[in-house]
C-alpha cells in the first residue's frame, strides 16, 4: 500500500475577508503526481499558497496534513524543513546570496550538518547539465538578472538538489518558449524518477504535462475540486477546455 504524504481535509481558505478556497479534499501518496487544472481564478494558486504557509492565505476550517501531522499553523520555513517546496510562478529576486549559497544554505539548515563543497558542486553541476544551465549561474544572485526561462529553469534545479518530499509546481511552464518547456519538462521527469516524492503540478496549460507521466488529474473552479480523474482528463482538458466544467460548477 502507497505511504500517504499529504491529506488535505476540507480546506477552506480566506484572502482578507474573501474565501477563495470552499472545502478542498486532496490526498497525495508517496511517488504520485497529480495535476490540479482550472481556469484563471479558480484557485489554483491559492491552494498552493496555502499548502507551503503563506501568512497572507488563511485556514478557516479544514486540515492539512502531512506525513500524517497537522500543519495548520506551522509557518512556511518549518513547512520547508520538512520537506515542503513550492515553486512561484514569478520566482522573486534576492541581491546579496547566490543561487548556489541559497541552496547549500538550505540543505545545510534543513539537514543540521554541514554539505561538503567539493560534494555539492559535483550534485549542483549535474542538475544544472540536466536543465542546460551554465554553472556559473550559480555563482549570481538569486534570480537577479534572470530572464523569465532562467528563473523557472533555476527553480527546477532548487527542487532537484533539495529532494523535497513534497514538490508544487505552480504555473512552471507558463511564458516558457518550446525548448524551455522541454527542458523544464525533463528535470520534472528526473524528479518523478530518482526522487520518490509527491509532486503537485499547477497550469491550466498542458504544455509541460505532454512527457509527464500523471496518476491524477482534478479541475479545480470556483475553489472546488469539480472533477478527479487519471492523465486522460489533462487530453480532455485539453481537447474541450473548462467550460463544461465550469457550467456544472455553476
Known sequence: MAENLLNVQNLRVSVGDKEILHGIDL??????????????????????????????????????????????????????????????????????????????????????????????????????????????????????????????????????????????LDETDSGLDVDAVRTVSQGVREYQRSKNGGLIIITHSTRILESLKVDYTHVLVGGKIVKTGDGSLVEEINKNGFEAFESAAD
Open 27 to 168: 490526498k497525495v501518496n508517496k511517488g504520485e503526481t497529480h495535476v490540479l487544472m482550472g481556469p484563471n481564478g479558480a484557485g489554483k494558486s491559492t491552494l498552493g499558497f496555502a499548502l507551503m504557509g503563506n501568512p497572507l492565505y488563511k485556514i478557516t476550517s479544514g486540515s492539512i496534513l502531512f506525513g500524517g501531522k497537522e500543519i495548520n499553523s506551522q509557518p512556511a520555513d518549518e513547512r520547508a524543513k520538512q520537506g515542503i517546496f513550492l515553486s512561484f510562478q514569478n520566482p522573486l529576486e534576492v541581491p546579496g546570496i547566490t543561487l548556489k549559497g541559497f541552496i547549500r544554505s538550505t540543505l545545510q539548515q534543513r539537514g543540521g550538518k554541514r554539505v561538503p563543497l567539493w560534494e555539492f558542486n559535483k550534485q549542483f553541476e549535474s542538475a544544472a547539465g540536466l536543465l542546460q544551465m551554465d554553472p556559473s549561474y550559480g555563482n549570481r544572485d538569486l534570480n537577479v538578472g534572470f530572464s523569465g526561462g532562467e528563473k523557472k529553469k533555476a527553480e527546477i534545479l532548487q527542487m532537484l538538489m533539495l529532494h523535497p518530499a513534497l514538490a508544487i
